[in-house]
T-cell receptor, first 109, second 115 residues
Framework: GQNIDQPTEMTATEGAIVQINCTYQ??????LFWYQQHAGEAPTFLSY??LDGLEEKGRFSSFLSRSKGYSYLLLKELQMKDSASYLC??????????WGAGTKLIIKP | SQTIHQWPATLVQPVGSPLSLECTVE??????LYWYRQAAGRGLQLLFY??????ISSEVPQNLSASRPQDRQFILSSKKLLLSDSGFYLC??????????????FGQGTRLTVV
């Protein structure tokens, strides 16, 4: 079967750095997405990786290792507004998105 | 720019009543359209997707159905709601490119509570 694993919940301090990991086992791979979802709202797109390596976008970076079936989202200089769930999704060989359950990130002052 | 509209934002319906959720996309043509359901603390479950008018693929057998009467309109329906249909429903669209679909863009979501 297809599977996306993320930690259920993480806690970090304002101003710090946090890394959210995602491991996947899917039938084929055509890219990995990270989304941010605030409580009660729709997910919003953060990043996309299809080749190995690091993609940087301001305070957010995403890393991919296809051989390890592994990605992480790195959030720097954490702000209170970063408190949200972070969803990892993989596009499989049929170009369908397989979603992880999300990681709830709690930021403390 | 492209926008996606989904309504209503919240809905409380009795068991056995019908359902109709509507989603429209503006600013793009021939989008791929999706209906997802998200249970509390869970990932997104794909319910239906459509690559064109009248073309609907169902991922999960259930008492829900979807229709695409126009290029940028996607409707989720049920004739008789069950308690288990409660959840957060999300409509999304993506564009097809030669390098594969773009990322998915989501509507605001509909919080459905079946009582």
């Amino acid at each position: 079967g297809q599977n996306i694993d993320q930690p259920t919940e993480m806690t970090a301090t304002e101003g710090a750095i946090v890394q959210i990991n995602c491991t996947y086992q899917t039938s084929g791979f055509n890219g990995l997405f990270w989304y941010q979802q605030h409580a009660g709202e729709a997910p919003t797109f953060l990043s996309y990786n299809v080749l190995d390596g690091l993609e940087e976008k301001g305070r957010f970076s995403s890393f991919l290792s296809r051989s390890k079936g592994y990605s992480y989202l790195l959030l720097k200089e954490l702000q209170m507004k970063d408190s949200a769930s972070y969803l990892c999704a993989v596009r499989d060989s049929n170009y369908q998105l397989i979603w992880g359950a999300g990681t709830k990130l709690i930021i403390k002052p | 720019s492209q926008t996606i509209h989904q309504w209503p934002a919240t809905l409380v319906q009795p068991v056995g009543s019908p359902l109709s959720l509507e989603c429209t996309v503006e600013g793009t043509s021939n989008p791929n359209l999706y209906w997802y359901r998200q249970a509390a603390g869970r990932g997104l479950q794909l319910l239906f997707y459509s690559v064109g008018i009248g073309q609907i693929s169902s991922e999960v057998p259930q008492n829900l159905s979807a229709s695409r009467p126009q290029d940028r309109q996607f409707i989720l329906s049920s004739k008789k709601l069950l308690l288990s249909d409660s959840g957060f429903y999300l409509c999304a669209w993506s564009a097809f490119t030669i390098r594969g679909d773009t990322e998915a863009f989501f509507g605001q979501g509909t919080r459905l509570t079946v009582v």
